[in-house]
């Protein structure tokens, strides 16, 4: 599955927005979900968004430590 980047980043901001500093355990939840149920593309998906998410969230700890 090949998702445009602007999508995950939107969903993955949207997830950090929604759960701060809990937005990776809940893709990871949602991960998990995905994977128990055998829909494989959606959790590729849903990786992407992972790495989204832990991306921008160590940017801006970055950001906050200057």
Known sequence: MT???K???RAAQTMIDRFGHEAL???DL???ELRGRG???AEELWT???DA???LTSKSDKETKH
């Open 3 to 5: 998702t445009d980047k």
């Open 7 to 9: 999508t995950v980043l």
């Open 25 to 27: 355990a809940e893709v």
């Open 30 to 32: 949602r991960i998990a």
């Open 39 to 41: 829909q494989h593309e």
């Open 48 to 50: 992407e968004i992972r």
């Open 53 to 55: 998410v832990m991306f």
